[in-house]
């Protein structure tokens, strides 16, 4: 036959791959084909420039599964997509966003969109490939000169030689009475290597140690300690252009960042109407004498009273209140100047002051010491009172303080 | 596209048989595509339901006694209902001609049809118009001259949310639209009688600025009849958000219209599996599109959880309203998503008539959903903090009668407009193409 046109191929040796026959308009290879399927072949198919309707019945192509793969996907996709958001913001490090709860199905539904788009998308290329058998580095055909055209104005058709009802004459017969344009044999390709070039597995190794290299580094950061600055990898979000605490903004003409409250308004929650509670002050401006009603003598309140002088106070005044804290020793070592030591707790004039002035001396501040209202709570405050009062009371405890029932361990 | 039309000055595509009068046609493959003895039955049937149902939801619409506040609300959503449809299928239409669609030919006529309703919707609209233009304030707030006063956030948006120029937005949209809807139909019913050569090219050149003003004038009534009933709360996404369900709807409306037709021994050759599996990819789209600018509109506004966009949402969440929100997450999208993904179910025509049915009713509930909850919202706005407010669904008689009514004249409308005309526009260069169209 009419080999001569071929690619180099040691034809004479190769054994034959299949009969090819050539159509010059897709009616007649639909026809052809139909016939084809109707001598219920297996091994064959047919090659066109442009996708023709109506090939697939003609060939007795099933539908494929490819959807179904491909639905299993993308709901797969989205079960992770979600499961994984779960994982990250619920389990594994929960952290309030905005105020909203930990799982907010809302805020996964993009991320749960995304990953069953890509699932779907990735899933129906690769199963795709995987169906028809590709990648098909060598093929016969290839060496077919004439074949060329099929990326152009030429429909082929091609019965292999294993198919089990191939037979050499019968055949060509068959093919024959299709009316093909010219028919061919095809001899088995001998030459080209059936592998994917070194050039494009030495590329896919590249870009998949190029992606694992991210993951790499992230795992060596989380092992290891390290000195340097972090890397910002998008510096404008781990630097937002924003007004930072006592910075200047050109905004307002006062050019000041902070901004107060609104003139004649007051922040939720902030009201504190209460004097008593609020100020420890009486009506009339006295000092109160007497706690707040909502600060019972409890032994909870007394605990936490106690657990918060350790924290805020102790460290100048000492853990019993003699003025004789930490702080106060390492400046006396030092032999700081200016340093003022910190009152002692246990003085008649504070045993006697109201507890209102102690609340204000811890808000304000006094004298030397700062206030420490904005980072002791209201509440905690008035428990502090609380507890400082029992400390100068076990300084300066009467007999008759002591329960009836062990009075008699005294004496 | 230059092929097509070449192709419409070969002999074949000389003026299909017998056309002296351009109905009566039957085309090449034998088959029935004139509306002689169907639009004129549809018509008086329709239009006679309609009009009693018309009249009826008049009459109990003012004896409500209530300032017509019951019928304005009802009336409302079954205007949006009809007029999403007509849109939909004015903008389908242009679509088609702007992309030189060719699959579409034996469907487009029908487009056509329904779309030149517009003059129609225009008068349909005066139950709307009317009231406001007498000083009723039942439907929009910002008609109310005190109320506008008194609120510092009406009175900013007075500049565009007055009467003048609100009426003023809509003559202008009714005649853009009848003067589009009736030229697209007047000039491929002219193409039955007498082709033209080149007139393809022609229309897409007139569809893509047509599509933009289109876009624009969908967008921005969708704005002024409702999303201004709530007039302190604003959404850019709104206007898509009416766009995507009424470009559903119009999908619907042509598949179902298509396979009605069918029934009757029209279009039965012309109109195939394949152009009904088209139609129903076109809707089970955008029931996803739906689903993907309602659900943007929630989380935008949900994360940002800023008051004066929530408001909205809140109320839309009270009492029994919650229901319909999930019955709208459900029913109109998660349910037909799952049920209408096979292309078995588009390609069978009693799975696809009964989807797209289900999602007409969809589209009114979306509507209703719109609409209604802002009676409840205003209530809520004058009732004292902590007082118990009746927020269950204001169904009434008067939802039925008005939908009846204004679908019925819909229907009546574009029966109409069919009469002594065929419903293959016959003589379009790309039908031979439409005919042989497959999609497997």
């Known amino acids: 036959m009419s080999t001569d046109n071929d690619k180099a191929n040691d034809t004479g040796s190769a054994p034959l791959h299949g009969l090819l026959a050539e159509y010059d308009n897709p009616t007649a290879l639909v026809r052809a084909a139909e016939k084809v399927r109707d001598a219920q072949y297996e091994h064959w198919d047919t090659y066109t420039p442009f996708p023709i309707h109506g090939m697939d019945p003609a060939m007795g192509i099933k539908p494929t599964v490819l959807p179904w793969i491909v639905f299993w996907a993308g709901l797969t996709g989205c079960v992770v997509g979600v499961g994984f958001q779960y994982w990250t913001s619920v389990i594994d490090y929960p952290w309030v966003i905005s105020g909203k709860p930990f799982w907010s199905i809302a805020a996964n539904v993009p991320i749960a969109f995304e990953t069953t788009v890509l699932f779907s998308a990735l899933t129906t290329l690769g199963a795709m490939l995987a169906l028809n058998g590709l990648p098909h580095p060598s093929h016969p055909l290839d060496l077919k000169r004439r074949f060329a055209k099929v990326t152009d104005d030429r429909f082929f058709l091609l019965i292999e030689a294993r198919d089990k009802k191939f037979d050499a004459t019968d055949t060509r017969a068959l093919l024959e009475s299709t009316h093909p344009a010219v028919l061919d044999d095809v001899a088995e390709d001998r030459v080209t290597s059936d592998k994917l070039p070194t050039v494009i597995l030495g590329a896919l190794a590249v870009l998949t140690t190029l992606a694992i290299l991210p993951f790499a580094l992230a795992y060596k950061a989380r092992v290891s300690k390290s000195d340097q600055p972090r890397i910002h990898l998008v510096p404008n979000m781990d630097n937002q252009p924003h007004i930072k605490a006592q910075q200047e903004s050109p905004i307002f003409a006062d050019l000041r960042g902070m901004r107060g409250d609104v003139p004649g308004t007051v922040a939720q929650g902030n009201l504190q109407e209460d004097d008593h509670l609020y100020r420890g002050k009486l009506e009339g401006g006295a000092w109160a004498r007497t706690f707040p009603k909502e600060i019972a003598p409890s032994e909870q309140n007394m605990k936490r009273g106690e657990r918060e002088f350790g924290i805020f106070c102790a460290p100048c005044h000492g853990l019993s209140g003699h003025g004789d804290g930490m702080i106060h020793e390492r400046a006396a070592a030092l032999g700081q100047g200016t340093w003022v030591q910190p009152t002692n707790l246990h003085q008649d004039y504070l045993r006697q002051q109201p507890v209102g002035e102690l609340y204000n001396s811890i808000t304000h501040g006094v004298r030397n010491m700062p206030g420490y209202g904005h980072q002791v709570s209201v509440e905690d405050r008035w428990n502090i009172i609380l507890y400082m009062r029992a400390l100068q009371r076990s300084t300066a405890a009467a007999p008759t303080d002591v329960p009836e029932s062990e009075r008699g361990a005294l004496k | ?440």
């Open chain 2, 1 to 440: 596209m230059a092929n097509t039309d070449k192709a419409g000055k070969s002999p074949k595509q000389q003026p299909a048989q017998g056309s002296t009068s351009a109905a009566g046609v039957t085309l090449p493959n034998g088959d029935n595509v004139s509306s002689e003895g169907l639009a004129d039955n549809v018509f008086k049937i329709a239009g006679a339901v309609g009009v009693v149902a018309l009249l009826a939801s008049l009459g109990l619409g003012v004896s409500a006694g209530d300032d017509l506040a019951q019928f304005s609300f009802s009336y409302l959503v079954a205007y949006a209902f009809v007029l999403a449809l007509g849109l939909g299928c004015l903008f389908w239409v242009t679509l088609q001609h702007l992309v030189n669609a060719h699959w579409s030919v034996v469907v487009r006529r029908l487009g056509e049809l329904f779309a030149a309703n517009m003059p129609l919707l225009a008068l349909l609209s005066l139950p709307i118009l009317i009231p406001i233009v007498m000083g009723n304030h039942a439907l929009y707030v910002w008609t109310d001259h005190a109320k506008v006063e008194a609120s510092h956030l009406l009175h900013g948006k007075a500049g565009y949310l007055n009467v003048g120029f609100f009426l003023g937005r809509m003559v202008f949209y009714f005649v853009f639209w009848s003067a589009l809807s009736r030229f697209w139909l007047k000039r491929s019913v002219a193409q039955d009688l007498k082709p033209e050569a080149g007139v393809t090219r022609r229309w897409q050149g007139i569809a893509a600025p047509s599509m933009i003003l289109v876009a624009l004038t969908l967008t921005f009534s969708a704005i002024d009849l409702l999303m201004s009933l709530d007039a302190a709360w604003f959404s850019t996404m709104f206007g898509v958000y009416f766009f995507s369900g009424a470009f559903m709807s119009a999908n619907c409306l042509l598949a179902l219209a298509a396979m009605w037709l069918q029934g009757r021994g029209r279009l039965v050759k012309s109109v195939s599996v394949h152009h009904l599996h088209d139609l129903g990819k076109m809707t089970f789209g955008f029931v996803v599109f739906w689903a993907y600018i309602a659900f943007s509109q929630f989380m935008l506004i949900w994360y940002a959880n800023i008051p004066e966009e929530t408001a909205w949402y809140k109320v839309r969440f009270e009492g029994d309203w919650k229901y319909v929100a999930i019955f709208l997450l459900v029913g109109h999208f998660i349910v037909p998503f799952l049920g209408m993904m096979s292309k078995h179910v588009k390609r069978r025509r009693g799975a696809l008539t009964a989807w797209t049915l289900w999602l007409l009713i969809m589209q009114y509930v979306d509507l209703y959903y719109l609409v209604q909850p802002t009676r409840l919202a205003r209530v809520l706005e004058e009732a004292p903090a902590g007082e118990a407010v009746n927020a269950t669904l204001p169904f009434h008689l008067l939802d039925l009668t008005c939908l009846l009514a204004l679908v019925a004249l819909f229907i009546a409308g574009a029966a109409f407009n069919a009469r002594k005309k065929n419903l293959v526009p016959v003589n379009d260069p790309r039908l031979e193409k439409s005919l042989a169209f497959t999609n497997l």
